[in-house]
């Protein structure tokens, strides 16, 4: 992806300086309804970076028992898959190529900056070499219904549930069923990470980013669970898998701007951590630089498969 925008970016979380930007972006940062000035908002370079590794981790398991699904829909003339908060469009750019069929992508993100970017940057073939084609949609994935998911085939989001709130991920899981429409809902972070080598302050980083990303009301490292019992609760069969981020030598870059991002909200959670933080953070820095860290930061993917209503 290139961008010709010239603005800083905050290491690891985002861009600031854009005429309309108010806040700086972080990782899972987010403020409800559609992108407002003020809605802090998840840089492209960010997404950009991550996606590689965001590609070698995905549960490629879970994929024989969706086209086993999508396959046996009934009526079935093309696939139409929702992708929610959409960001870069990198979910499409992995799931496309890998299911047979013609298939109309609807990329839904509050944020229409980066809805641009998933619309140049969307696959156009399938694996079987049929047509793929994308619209966007500006809005509030919160606010999702099984009335706007009508026709649906499939709804994907990748980096979305642990931002969200135990009452979104109801609603979603609630709009899936009433649509009858399967859900493969990937790399929520599930709150373990490890380093090595290891260095004494690893735990507390790991308990202040954890705490941080449960602030407010939002589910952080428990939204795969919740997720899970939602789904289940609405009558679909749910299958979790882990989907790992595996980072060494040849994906500095990506350990650098993740550190960054990750001391930097641990701070924030834990005012109290800065001095000691920030001296950590120097160290682990130039670990990655020298070529001599490993992270693994752990998630988890999941696949609801709904009820079929006959509809879809
Ligand atoms: C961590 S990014 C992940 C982007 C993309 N799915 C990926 O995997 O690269 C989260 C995305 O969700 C969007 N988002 C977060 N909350 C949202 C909401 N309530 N409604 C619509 N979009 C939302 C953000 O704008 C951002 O693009």
Redesign the pocket.
């Known amino acids: 992806m290139t961008t010709t925008e010239t603005e800083a970016v905050v290491p690891g979380q985002g861009r600031e300086g854009q005429a309309r930007d108010k806040g700086t972006i972080r990782?899972?940062d987010?403020t409800?309804?559609e992108?407002t000035d003020d809605t802090p908002?998840?840089a492209p370079e960010w997404?950009e970076l991550?996606?590689p590794a965001?590609a070698g981790a995905r549960a490629a398991e879970l994929l024989d028992p969706l086209r086993i699904r999508l396959a046996n829909l009934p009526g079935r003339g093309g696939l139409v898959i929702h992708?929610?908060?959409?960001?870069?469009g990198?979910?499409g750019r992995w799931l496309a190529p890998r299911l047979d069929g013609p298939q109309h992508w609807v990329l839904?993100?509050?944020?229409p900056y980066?809805l641009h970017f998933a619309a140049v940057g969307s696959p156009r073939s399938a694996a079987d070499g049929s047509r793929v084609t994308v619209e966007t949609q500006r809005?509030?994935?919160?606010r999702l219904t099984a009335d706007a998911l009508a026709g649906a085939s499939l709804v994907t989001?990748?980096?979305?549930l642990d931002?969200?709130t135990p009452d979104?991920i109801e609603a979603l899981a609630a709009a899936c069923a009433g649509a009858g429409c399967p859900a493969l809902l990937t790399?929520s972070v599930v709150g373990r990470v490890e380093l090595t080598p290891a260095h004494p302050l690893d735990d507390e980083i790991v308990d202040a980013f954890n705490d941080h990303q449960r602030r407010g009301d939002l589910l952080g490292p428990e939204s795969i669970n919740a997720a899970c019992d939602a789904f289940a609760r609405h009558g679909a069969t749910v299958r979790v898998h882990p989907s790992a981020w595996r980072l060494g030598p040849d994906e500095s870059a990506l350990i650098a701007e993740w550190l960054r991002g990750w001391v930097g909200a641990a701070v924030e959670q834990r005012p109290e951590l800065a001095a000691r933080a920030d001296a950590y953070l120097k160290e682990r820095l130039a670990a990655c630089e020298a070529g001599e860290l490993n992270v693994v930061v752990h998630h988890s993917d999941l696949l609801a498969l709904a009820r079929p209503t006959g509809g879809a």
């Open positions: 990782l899972g987010r409800r309804g992108a908002r998840y997404l991550r996606e965001d992708d929610l908060g959409c960001g870069t990198s979910m839904h993100d509050r944020d980066l809005g509030d994935v919160a989001a990748s980096a979305l931002v969200l979104e790399l």
